[in-house]
């Protein structure tokens, strides 16, 4: 009897204590990948960004570099994964979501609130009119003004 086997696309965002180094870095970044082919998931893309400051501290430190990597794998074993980056110490905080490989679509929402506008804020070319005022009537105005 075969097995049916059903992946699923997940997005592994986390970050990295600040404190490791370039080497450090690499090393932990390749345990997580080895993590995820060790339980039969295939690597499509991944991403390392330089060190960011945080919005707010994350286990005492308020710097960090933010890694994702974009995987398959079935979803009995995303437990199994996570349980291995809560007991990594070089990894300050992590998330794993659901996604789907097609192109994301706009919000309903979003789509509604563009559609409400008035055409003159769609276009680029919007330009607010002035009123002009003569300089004279202006002059005259400042005059009546302080003679009160």
Not at 33 to 58: H, N, Q, R, T, W
Not at 92 to 105: D, G, H, P, Q
Not at 116 to 128: D, I, N, R, V, W
Request: proline residues 5%; charged residues 40%.
């Amino acid at each position: 009897m075969q097995s049916f086997r059903c992946n699923q696309m997940y997005e592994l965002t986390f970050i990295l204590s600040p404190i490791l180094d370039e080497a450090g870095l690499t090393s932990a970044m390749k345990e997580v990948k080895d993590k995820i082919v060790e339980l039969e998931g295939e690597i499509k893309k991944e991403k390392m960004s330089e060190k960011k400051k945080l919005a707010y501290p994350v286990k005492k430190q308020i710097f960090g570099f933010y890694s994702t990597i974009e995987f398959s794998a079935e979803p009995e074993k995303i437990g199994d994964l996570r349980n291995f980056i809560k007991g990594n110490p070089s990894i300050l905080r992590s998330i794993i979501i659901t996604f789907e490989e097609k192109k994301r679509e706009e919000a309903p929402r979003q789509k509604k609130i563009k559609e409400e506008l008035p055409s003159a804020f769609k276009s680029a070319e919007f330009k607010p009119e002035k009123e002009k005022i003569k300089i004279e009537e202006l002059n005259k105005k400042l005059e009546e003004i302080l003679e009160e």
